[in-house]
């Protein structure tokens, strides 16, 4: 069975400030997603790493895919309360696994005003 | 563009009474997927579908919980009997399977309150 870690479980900063939320498991991935879900609707896809030490950057977010494949980091900069929501990663093994993800528990971020 | 339709969006029902939720995935997806979120267990996932055939269902809690999927463009999830524990937010997905980087496109849930 493969587990993903993720840390911390919950974070509360105040708006402005900068933080990080990391994905860690034992096993390697061939892909890892990272979601976001808001109170009342299902995750929505972030962003995918594919390759071993892989940066992305999507305005104010950086992800990043660990070289071995097996933890990834999510960073945020000058955090907004817009940023408030249920932060989940979630890894492939690719192959014939029709899809199939395994997530993590998930980090919930709060931003305050 | 349509994405994953889910409903009902609320059900409240009584023990013993049974469940049935349902979904529409994305025109042209071939994957499935059921999850169940709690705020205890994080999101779990019940079972999926490839090309309407069920690949794996060992997330599925009890026999009391089956699902299906006729067609491509529709699947339930159905609990017989019914348990207050099964309350939770049930959520559908669907994605183009293969190669692992392609991602899963989630419905609004179905959040369900057994009393």
């Known amino acids: 069975t493969q587990l993903l870690e993720q840390s911390p479980q919950f974070l509360s900063i105040q708006e402005g400030e900068n933080l990080t939320v990391y994905c860690n498991s034992s096993s390697v991935f061939s892909s890892l997603q990272w979601y976001r879900q808001e109170p009342g609707e299902g995750p929505v896809l972030l962003v995918t790493v594919v390759t071993g030490g892989e940066v992305k950057k999507l305005k104010r977010l950086t992800f990043q895919f660990g070289d071995a494949r097996k933890d990834s980091s999510l960073h945020i900069t000058a955090a907004q309360p817009g940023d408030t929501g249920l932060y989940l990663c979630?890894?492939?093994?690719?192959?014939?696994?029709?899809?199939?993800?395994?997530f993590g528990q998930g980090t919930i971020l709060t931003v305050h005003p | 563009d349509a994405g994953v339709i889910q409903s009902p969006r609320h059900e409240v029902t009584e023990m013993g009474q049974e469940v049935t939720l349902r979904c529409k995935p994305i025109?042209?997806?071939?994957?499935l997927f059921w999850y169940r979120q709690t705020m205890m267990r994080g999101l779990e996932l019940l079972i999926y579908?490839?090309?309407?055939?069920?690949?794996?269902d060992s997330g599925m809690p009890e026999d009391r919980f089956s699902a299906k999927m006729p067609n491509a463009s529709f699947s339930t999830l159905k609990i017989q009997p019914s348990e207050p524990r099964d309350s939770a937010v049930y959520f559908c997905a669907s994605s183009l399977a293969g190669g692992g980087s392609q991602p899963q496109h989630f419905g609004d849930g179905t959040r369900l309150s057994i009393l």
């Open positions: 579908f490839n090309n309407n055939v069920p690949i794996d």
């Open positions: 979630a890894g492939a093994v690719g192959g014939t696994s029709y899809g199939k993800l395994t």
């Open positions: 025109s042209g997806h071939n994957s």
